[in-house]
């Protein structure tokens, strides 16, 4: 099971004793350099198809401080421009369509302890990578992002979760990253935003694997409550 994120979410894994590993996430006062968008590897002729298993429920939730959301990544999710870095997917496509390209959907199996409107969003890449480009926010001082990052206890996982962005120039940056393997404890991600206070950036959620494509049941990266947080001055 897994705790909540930052100030709002608690998760403990049952199957596990540790406790959640908190990362605070600061990066550079300088924009990162522009990068070009990743090429990666020709998706494989596989069809997704998602295995639901429960997950873990929470103690409890701590409330949240004073402050709102700026972005909520979950309701969203259609808006986005999705991408595996060989091609445009289309977005929230139909259930019984083509998913071997990657996918991504809101996970409805909301765990006992969390308020039932929890957004929860699921990412299955193919073999390169999976973005989602969303809509052009502009950041303001003091936003932070705000998510616990986990996989699937039931199966194998080694990924990598991403925070990057497209600027108004539409230049491809890097940003900020976690990686995760299977038995790592729950991630609470709490980062500061202050490099892209002032911009308008169309933010990219991402999830990439380094190693062979393994199948379908392999590699989902969840994002719990993925939110711009602002708080109230």
Known sequence: MFRSLGSIVLITILLSACEVEYATVVPSTAPAPAESTPALAVIPTVTFLPTWT??????SIPPSPLGTIAMDFTAL????????GAEHLTPCPDPSADQSGGYATRY????????????????VPNAGGLFLRYPSFKVNAGDRFRATLLCRTSAPCDIQFA???????????????????TGDDPLSVDADLEALAGQNVDL?????????????????GFWVAPYIYRPIR
């Open 54 to 59: 429960p997950l873990p429920a929470p103690t």
């Open 77 to 84: 999710l259609c808006n986005a421009d999705w991408m595996n």
């Open 108 to 123: 409805k199996d909301v765990p006992e302890g969390y308020p039932a409107d929890t957004p929860i969003l699921l990412m």
């Open 163 to 181: 925070l990057e962005y497209y600027d108004a120039q539409d230049k491809y940056h890097e940003f900020l990253e976690w990686n995760y393997r």
């Open 204 to 220: 990219v959620l991402t999830v990439r694997i380094f190693h062979s494509f393994e199948g379908k049941d392999h590699d989902h």
